[in-house]
Structures are given as structure tokens and as C-alpha cells.
């Protein structure tokens, strides 16, 4: 089954209820279901989106490709 990719945005929120070492933004990344359900909010620091961009650098064989049309939308 192919898979659609489609483009996000990721938002830099406020920690609105910070502890004290926290950090006072987190990244914000809405996604759902390739279906289009089950959508949810996911938010990030910046170390953990190093993580995972270093992660997918060491494994791009995994990256879904993404259509020329979709990055004309993008």
C-alpha cells in the first residue's frame, strides 16, 4: 500500500505551566491517521527533533517519497 505523503507545520508553543528546568517552548505538530482519523496533537522540545531528524538521516531508506505535485502544493 502506498503511502500519501502530506507536508506539516511544525508551531512553536508556549509551555504555558513550566516547572522549573523546563523549557518554555515546545514544537507542536498536529497528525492523524493516514485515514484521516484518530488526530492528535504531539509536542516536542528541540533536542527530541534532533533525535529524529538525525534518525531519519541514518535511515532514509525508511522516508516515505513525497510526489513533485505535492511539494507544488507545499
Do not use: Q
Not at 1 to 19: D, F, P, Q, S, Y
Not at 22 to 39: L, M, P, Q, R, T
Amino acid at each position: 500500500m502506498a503511502t500519501k505523503v502530506k507536508a506539516g507545520r511544525i508551531i512553536l508553543v508556549e509551555n504555558k505551566n513550566r516547572h522549573f528546568a523546563a523549557k518554555e517552548y515546545y514544537s507542536s505538530i498536529w497528525v492523524e491517521d493516514e485515514d484521516g482519523s484518530n488526530e492528535r496533537c504531539l509536542l516536542f522540545t528541540e533536542r527530541e527533533l534532533n533525535i529524529a531528524e538525525r534518525r531519519a538521516a541514518r535511515n532514509v531508506e525508511d522516508i516515505p517519497k513525497k510526489k513533485a505535485i505535492t511539494n507544488f502544493f507545499d
